[in-house]
């Protein structure tokens, strides 16, 4: 083997492992701080419920203001 190819093939692995290097990560349980830094950052979230009413009429006044065409005023050519 040439050294030309050794190299190439070396920069071929390094490359894929470069760009694997999160699922690799993820798989050898080398993040576990960033589990709790996750953790830490999503605490202060919280779910909504109950606002599927005001949605529908977000909806609803949004639709009817939308300007419609009437297919009849068409301009024929």
């Known amino acids: 083997m040439s050294p030309i190819a050794v ?10 492992v470069a760009a ?22 999503k605490s202060h979230l919280r779910v ?10 977000a ?3 949004d639709l009817a203001n939308l300007p419609t065409i009437d297919p009849r005023e068409r301009k024929k050519n």
């Open 20 to 41: 694997e290097w999160p699922r690799i990560r993820s798989r050898t349980r080398l993040d576990r701080g960033s589990r709790g830094e996750r953790a830490r950052r």
């Open 48 to 57: 909504v419920e109950n606002d599927s009413d005001d949605f529908a009429r």
């Open 7 to 16: 190299v190439l093939l070396l920069a071929a692995v390094a490359l894929v």
């Open 59 to 61: 909806v609803e006044r």
